[in-house]
């Protein structure tokens, strides 16, 4: 595949990005697509996201094993039949080391600031950023399987294993930005620095500290993010966990009715961003497809989740909801993860880290509050825990459509600087 792309010939001059001088007055070009750098560095990080939450979600589905292993050492692979009702101390423990990895999400939009034209933003960003649930999805499904035959401390070995082919590949393939990269085309080198050329600049600027505080779109990006992500982890952390109490299903039938939403959700992921670059050719409005797409993200999986409690009796009612509501969750990675790069692209990598990094606190709150509930009362323990993931998830959903921008702000745009 191959994107025709005319350069407007609005000056005869040679514009400077990122040090390289790019000729605004040049002829359409066949510029490739799928086959292109670009879209082999969003499959790179595809599946170097796969491995860093891959590693993340292990503990869900091995905790029981490690608690009942320690309880219980003659018995290695007998702990794995059955999973809890709820967790137990030592889990709640475990589950809020989930957060550690959650730095290395930050650093890849670094990458986009300079290899994502604005017309393929959703798209690559969502390419990227789905590589997560693939990697949820596959320790779900094999990563009880690999601990009844191997024992849990190979599940780790594998997916470890994995990561450290994933940083070699990486290594390898991304560069900075697209004058720096050997490999690369031509033609795709200079669509790609034309298409960015009103965004970047060489020149160093100093971090506006005081005007990003006092920002109300950042403020409503990183709080929406963060109540999304509560969402997020109720999945990871409590789908083995709800299903087996309430169906009473041993860790090998968990393993794939866990694991089925997460397919459904990696699927509509990379959907999600081919809709919303899709919208933009159709004219909308910026901050109307990022708004768009985040409400299909955040309230029908959260209202989906509140409903949960009452079709307990339904076993396929149960599972058709949790995987609609968990396949439509990554619609968000075309919406408010990436807002960054629209209100702030020079600073997005430094945005998106802090963002996330502030995300990540509910994977140590998620298991708090559903601690609190469902130690106190087994039968609408469930019900308040999901009440409380509606309601955070509406509030974070209200504030960014209330304050939510998706032009660049005056805080992030180039400043010239005047020496006398």
């Known amino acids: 595949m191959a994107t025709v ?21 040049t002829p359409a070009l066949k510029v490739p697509s799928l086959c292109s750098m670009r879209y082999g560095i969003a499959f790179v990080t595809h599946f170097c996201n796969f491995t860093l939450l891959a590693q993340n979600s292990i503990v869900s589905i091995t905790m029981v094993a490690m ?23 030592d889990q709640h423990e475990a589950s809020k080391h989930l957060p550690i990895k959650g730095t290395g999400y930050g650093g890849q939009f670094a990458l986009w600031q300079r290899w994502a034209p604005p017309n393929e933003r959703s798209r ?21 399987i690999i601990s009844e035959a191997f024992g849990w401390p190979f599940v780790f070995y594998s997916f470890g294993g994995g990561g450290v082919l994933c940083s070699l590949l990486w290594f390898i393939v991304i560069y900075d930005d697209p004058v720096s990269h050997p490999w690369i085309s031509g033609p795709e080198r200079e669509y790609i620095l034309s298409s960015l050329n009103q965004q970047l600049s060489s020149e160093e600027q100093p ?37 087996s109490s309430v169906f009473k299903v041993n860790i090998r039938d968990n393993g794939f009715l866990s694991s089925l939403p997460f397919i459904v959700a990696w699927v509509l992921g990379i959907l999600g961003g081919w809709l919303a670059d899709f919208l933009l050719s159709k004219n909308f409005r910026l901050i109307t497809v990022r708004k768009f797409i985040t409400i299909l993200g955040n309230a ?14 339904s076993y396929i009612t149960t599972i058709i909801f949790l995987t609609i509501s968990c396949g439509l969750c990554p619609l968000c990675q075309a ?12 600073y997005a990598s430094l945005l998106m880290g802090t963002s996330r990094g502030l995300a990540h606190s509910s ?5 708090i509050v559903a601690g609190f509930f469902l130690s106190q009362d ?23 459509l209330v304050f939510g921008k998706a032009d660049v702000q005056e805080w992030a745009r180039e400043r010239k600087l005047t020496r006398l």
């Open 5 to 25: 792309v005319e350069m407007s010939p609005t000056s005869e001059q040679s514009e400077f990005v990122l040090g390289t001088p790019v000729n605004k007055k």
């Open 67 to 89: 608690v009942n292993n320690t309880d219980h050492p003659p018995h290695l692979n007998s702990s794995t039949e059955q999973l809890p009702a709820g967790l137990s101390g």
């Open 124 to 144: 690559l960003c969502t390419i990227a950023l789905s590589g997560m649930i693939l990697g949820i999805f596959t320790v779900l499904l094999v990563g009880g």
């Open 207 to 243: 971090l506006p500290i005081k005007a990003m505080l006092k920002s109300l779109p950042l403020w409503s990006m990183c709080l929406c993010t963060m109540t999304h992500q509560w969402l997020v982890n109720t999945f990871i952390i409590y789908t083995p966990t709800y299903i």
């Open 300 to 313: 029908p999986p959260a209202a989906l989740v509140a409903a949960l409690p009452y079709i307990q009796s």
């Open 335 to 346: 919406g408010i993860y990436i807002n960054a790069l629209d209100i702030a692209p020079r």
């Open 363 to 367: 994977a140590v709150l998620v298991p």
């Open 378 to 400: 087994s039968e609408f323990g469930w019900r308040n825990f999901f009440f409380v993931v509606f309601a955070v998830n509406l509030l974070g959903l209200i504030i960014y």
